[in-house]
């Protein structure tokens, strides 16, 4: 049946490219992924870009999706007949078969179809690689900087590197870990689309060389169409470029989008990078990959792969290849490619086409491989005839690192010193070589590359080599200049926690260390348990001799090993040594060089070649002669850090060894956190680092303020704020004496022009800061910062997870302060849930690198930074408690147990017991009715003059109120062991200890407990207190409340009757008489007073009530319910245990011990007032 007419249409030859463009730009050229979309069949598409007729209702759809105007694209048909030439369709084929020549390949690297997964758009390509191997540090930077705002202020990330390292992979393997983890993201972290635009033209492959790619972008349009496309935009399509800009931003305002422009340097577009730079909109993030580097976003620059990711890609890629390469080609094939992924999967590939790999590994670098020139060509091309091109001829003669001052010397440019800092620039942005500091290196492809350049000028290559000899030559002058510029330029200056950077002088305050700690090695957690100062959180550090000015005994001592407890400011001092060296202040004649230990990762570290590394030297025997002749001054910093114990040893056992064998006049300094050396020879002095005095803490101060900016108004004026606090509050002054803790004290002044009145309050600001800015400011490179689950804590959720691991230390009698790396990494796989503990031991280097709060003491071996941070963080873990748990914990024989094991292994265990102390106060935090009672309670004391202590009386009264008959069952077990003189008295004299007025109340409360039992002893207990008392209007009230009891003539019956039974001479007659008559009486006796009571005896109580009140202050009815009644119970449980506690041999202080009894039994308000240091701001 003929089509209807008008309902058919087919695409006109005009707009058959601009169908193709959009095929090609958003199916990557693929029909089928079309079909898919629009769910048609193939064959419609074929007819369609064929140019036949298909049902109009189809072309609209095709023409929609491929963002065509169906209107103007199409021509009609009637009847099924079609006014199309043949000569037309004869030029259509000849144009599609020229378009097909690189479609197979451009499938690969382009989108597959437009897909929405998880709610989220996406144009992304399928990834070419297997599993995704290493980068994992670049991917947690990455993924942290693509946070929304606030959490991240980056809008637009480049990563950059020389062609084949990896970058357009790590940009796709970002946008498809957002697509994986979209369910578990937080909400606000999600993207709502993810458009990849790829402008690369060319792709190298093993088996067919470099082929070239048409590529999806030139322009800006293109990129807007591609967005358009992706977040299926309704627009018109006869637009202008500015009205395409405009709705493109419009709609990405709306969506948060993550936008990846890969192979930008391709791209000569200068509104592509405009756009970018200046009129992205929010919320969009963008990544940007480039061979280039570019001033308009946070850069991430790849460099080789490590060994251990290196070695996971050789071995997968050999597995795909069906290659077998024993680990010695391994570790060759790694050496010759420098890292570089597309070197190693290409050099695989390689070999399993048949070639040998010596044939292969030759081959690399070399001049005219495709290997090479997909690499290098093109850049180096681009330099040739600049300077920048000889400068890197100069570095390429140059062995291991080379400073700038080498590189201009050995290229020519020793007097141009600004062409030389200008072509180095270049070249660092062009990737072809990596600036660490002022040192700078080539990997060994690009070195082999430009190495084999330089054989083409044998002239030049003559000069550079006679430049270098004479470098070499013009030792050990122009080292010492050598290694004074790099030490300058990297170790001169430190980073405040403010983040302001200055120089290591500016905050240098006179140095003292403690000479000669005892000599002995802690290896196992229970040695460094068995010599841990709680009282100056000093673990495993020996004991300590005498104070001596630093710089005094560092140039008195060419060996020395400087110990210290964390934030002692062990690296500041080696880096004031560095300074001051390069001043001419200390050892000026010696060549220095400073070494980061903990940046170590090659377990074949080689001492002496890392010498030859630093000092710029082109071989080994040159070091060896400086240090023959005592020229060498190696300053180490943080043995403690290395990230292995074999590593440690190695290190340890080259430096002993080193140190031996040229002693003459080389000097070695060591820093390191504790004791933990096997190998030092005892040649090495042992020093530790002094606590700041009180003059000191100002020098510091001052110098922090002033090196952050201040004026000298300023500093004066927050320098006496901190002296008045460190004057009036001496538990601010202790801690002050670390600089660590001195710094967070100046940033918290800082920040919020104040200095919170107690430790907890200021311990609060600090960690707050600490966790919420210091994730930038400090990292170990090597280990990644955190996974993905850390970084999305809240900073409550990170609080919470240190309250836990610090509470599990505090139930722990035998370990109060150390972990092991197990234990921790278990409990934090636990608590958040992660998928294994590889990603728990990540976490934690996390919290050591980012906020310093948790760190390694020894080799899987940790502990909280600083005591007081765990006591901190148990303090939030006990308050965090309800008042049951809280009462249930403290009053549990088993948890007293375990508290009064820590206290006697930590004696003077002051911190532990005013934990307790802080707990014991919150049961009664919660209740009104408590607090009301203890401010009676105060005010009784107060009212009342006595020998004892305060403590003592309120525990007194606090016993008499609770008790169930004072006189028998009075509990006085507290006030015992808050007072031993009390205690003595009570078991000599118990009248004599209980004086006149407390006698009297216990008496009144007698009185009222026996009304209350309709006890018959009443009259007698009333006689008791007006024996006792010496108030006339109390004795007077009494009386009238004694007239008015009931009284009886049953009483004196009895005594007639008892009378005329002893006239009876028959005893056993006597008692059967008595048996029989007198319960008649009594029971008769017992009516007539229960009748009066319940009559009047409520009354009564009331009026005998308010008498008390009226004349003691006691007696009120506090109508504390059973559950009430339950907790005051353990409130005074706990305050007992508490003071037996404090009774122990040693247990604490007697400045400890007077705070702790000075706050016993007293309300909230009152602790507040008198103690703001402990409960200033607790709520």
């Known amino acids: 049946m003929a089509r209807r007419m008008g309902r058919s249409r087919k695409l006109t030859l005009k707009d058959w490219t601009a169908a193709n463009n959009a095929l090609d730009l958003y199916f990557g050229g693929n029909k089928s992924e079309l079909a898919k979309c629009v769910k048609m069949s193939r ?37 099924g007949q079609s006014s199309d030439s043949t000569q037309q369709r004869a030029i259509q084929q ?64 480049t990563i950059d590197g020389i062609g084949g390292i990896g970058k357009s992979a790590l940009a796709l393997e970002v946008a498809h870990r957002f697509l994986r983890e979209h369910k578990t993201a937080p909400v606000d972290e999600r993207f709502d689309a993810i458009v ?45 470029k500015s009205e395409l800009l405009e709705f493109t931003c419009r709609a990405l305002t709306k969506k948060r989008t993550l936008l990846i422009v890969d192979n930008l340097e391709s791209v000569d577009d200068e509104a592509v990078m405009e756009f970018l730079k200046d009129h992205l909109p929010a919320p969009t993030k963008a990544i940007i990959t480039t061979r280039h580097r570019i001033d308009v976003a946070y850069p991430i620059r790849l460099k080789g792969m490590d060994w251990e990711d290196a070695q996971q890609l050789i071995n997968q890629s050999c597995q795909e290849k069906n290659v077998k390469l024993n680990q010695e080609q391994k570790e060759r094939l790694y050496r010759r490619t420098g890292g570089v992924p597309l070197a190693i999967v290409w050099t695989i590939a390689r070999i399993g086409l048949g070639y040998k790999i010596n044939t292969v590994l030759a081959s690399l670098g070399r001049y005219k491989t495709d290997l090479s020139y997909f690499c290098f060509k093109e850049v180096l091309n681009h330099i040739r005839d600049r300077d920048s091109y000889k400068l890197l001829l100069a570095l390429t003669v140059c062995e291991g690192e080379a400073s700038r001052e080498k590189i201009r010397y050995v290229s020519g440019f020793k007097e141009d010193e600004f062409s030389c800092d200008d072509g180095l620039v270049e070249l660092d942005i062009l990737s072809l070589i990596n600036k660490s500091g002022e040192m700078f290196t080539m990997l060994p492809l690009t070195k082999t590359y430009v190495a084999q350049e330089l054989k083409f000028n044998t002239t030049f290559e003559k000069e550079l080599h006679k430049r270098l000899n004479e470098w070499n030559g013009n030792r050990p002058h122009s080292l010492i200049l050598y290694c004074r510029e790099k030490i300058l330029k990297q170790y001169s200056r430190m980073r405040l926690l403010s983040g ?30 068995l010599n841990f100062d709680i009282t100056e959180d000093r673990l495993a550090l020996g004991k300590r001799i005498r104070r001596n000015p630093g710089f005094e005994i560092a140039n008195l001592n060419p060996n020395l090993i400087i110990l210290g407890k964390p934030g002692s400011g062990k690296t500041t001092f080696l880096k004031q040594l560095a300074f001051a060296w390069c001043q001419g202040k200390f050892q000026p004649e010696k060549i220095a060089i400073l070494i980061e230990l903990r940046r170590i990762r090659d377990p074949n570290w080689d001492f002496v070649k890392a010498i030859v590394r630093e000092l710029g030297l082109s071989s080994e025997a040159m070091a060896l002669k400086l240090l023959e002749q005592g020229k060498v001054m190696v300053l180490m910093d943080g043995l403690d850090e290395v990230r292995t114990d074999e590593l440690r040893r190695n290190i340890q056992s080259q430096v002993t060894k080193i140190s031996r064998k040229y002693s003459q006049n080389n000097r070695f300094i060591l820093t390191c956190r504790t004791q933990i050396m096997k190998q030092i020879s005892n040649s090495f002095m042992l020093v530790e680092m002094a606590d700041f005095n009180q003059k000191q803490v100002g020098q510091f101060v001052q110098n922090w303020f002033t090196a952050d900016g201040q004026s000298e108004a300023g500093v004066n004026e927050k320098l006496e704020m901190i002296q008045r606090i460190m004057t009036n509050q001496p538990d601010l002054r202790e801690i002050a004496a670390n600089p660590v803790i001195l710094s967070l004290i100046c940033v918290v002044l800082q920040d919020s022009g104040e200095i919170p009145k107690n430790r907890a309050s200021l311990y609060k600001k600090a960690i707050n800061w600490l966790l919420r800015r210091w994730n930038d400011q400090k990292e170990i490179e090597g280990w990644e910062v955190g996974t993905r689950a850390y970084r999305q804590l809240s900073i409550e959720d990170k609080e919470l997870l240190l309250m836990e691991i610090s ?42 690198s980012q906020h310093g709060l948790l760190i390694e003491r020894a080799d899987e071996l940790w502990s909280f930074s600083h005591l007081t941070f765990q006591e901190y963080f148990t303090v939030q873990w006990l308050t965090q408690l309800t008042s049951q748990e809280l009462a249930e914990k403290i009053t549990d024989r088993q948890w007293q147990k375990v508290v009064e094991k820590l206290v006697k292994s930590q004696q003077p265990a002051d911190r532990l017991l005013r934990l307790v102390k802080q707990s014991v106060d919150q049961i009664t935090i919660q209740e009104p009715i408590f607090q009301t009672f203890l401010d009676w309670l105060l005010q009784k004391s107060i009212s009342l003059p006595s020998n004892y202590k305060p403590a003592t009386i309120r525990a007194f009264y606090y016993s008499l109120v609770h008790a169930r008959v004072p006189n028998v069952y009075l509990n006085l077990s507290l006030a015992r062991a808050v007072d031993q003189i009390f205690s003595i008295e009570l078991d000599r004299d118990r009248n004599r200890a209980i004086d006149h007025d407390r006698a009297l109340d216990l008496d009144l409360y007698c009185v009222l407990s026996r009304a209350h039992a309709l006890d ?40 007639n009757l008892l009378q005329e039974l002893c006239k009876v001479g028959n ?16 029971l008769k006796f017992h009516e007539e007073i229960q009748y009066w009571w319940s009559s009047y005896g409520d009354q009564w109580i009331e009026r005998l009530r308010q008498v008390m009140i009226e004349h003691r202050n006691i007696g009120q009815d506090w109508q504390f319910n059973q559950e009430q009644q339950r907790q005051l119970r353990h409130y005074y449980e706990a305050n007992t245990f508490l003071a037996k506690l404090m009774n122990s041999e040693g247990a604490v202080t007697k400045a400890c011990r007077a705070e702790i009894e000075d706050g016993l039994l007293l309300p909230w308000a009152e602790l507040q007032r008198r103690q703001p240091h402990l409960y200033g701001e607790l709520e």
């Not at 598409?45 to 103007?72: A, D, H, M, P, Y």
């Not at 093993?206 to 935009?233: M, N, W, Y």
């Not at 024996?1027 to 019956?1053: A, F, K, W």
């Open 94 to 157: 000849k144009e599609r078969e020229k378009e097909n020549l690189g479609k197979a390949e451009q499938k690969q690297t382009q989108p597959s179809h437009l897909s929405k997964i998880l709610d989220i758009c996406h144009n992304l390509p399928q990834p070419d690689y297997g599993q995704f191997i290493g980068r994992e540090k670049e991917l947690a930077k990455i993924s942290e900087k693509l946070r929304p705002y606030p959490h991240s202020q980056i809008a637009v990330i």
């Open 43 to 79: 064959t419609t598409i074929t007819k369609f870009f064929n140019q036949e007729l298909v049902g109009e209702s189809s072309f609209r759809n095709i023409c929609k999706v491929l963002r065509l105007n169906w209107e103007k694209v199409s021509s009609f048909s009637i009847n």
């Open 807 to 848: 509470a599990s230390k505090f139930e722990n009698p035998n370990n109060f302060v150390l972990f092991s790396q197990d234990e921790l990494v278990e409990k934090i796989t636990q608590k958040l849930h992660l998928a294994n503990t590889q990603e728990g031991l990540a976490v934690l280097k996390a919290i050591e």
């Open 196 to 240: 990849w635009s790829s402008a690369k033209q060319r792709v190298l492959r093993p088996d067919q060389g470099i082929v070239s790619l048409r590529h999806s972008f030139q322009t800006l349009e293109d990129i807007c169409k591609a967005i358009s496309f992706t977040l299926s935009i309704e627009e018109k399509i006869d637009h202008t």
């Open 1067 to 1082: 005893v056993q007659q006597k008692l059967v008489l008595a048996i029989k008559v007198l319960p008649i009486y009594f």
């Open 1016 to 1055: 018959h002893a009443l009259n007698f207990a009333i006689n008791r207190v007006l024996d006792n008392t010496l108030s006339t209007d109390l004795v007077s009230c009494l009386h009238q409340l004694q007239n008015e009891l009931p009284q009886s003539n049953l009483l004196m019956e009895v005594k």
């Open 500 to 529: 302001q950077e200055i120089r290591v002088d500016q905050l240098y305050v006179d140095t003292w260390l403690l000479e000669k700690p005892e000599r002995k090695y802690f290896s196992s957690p229970e040695n460094l348990l």
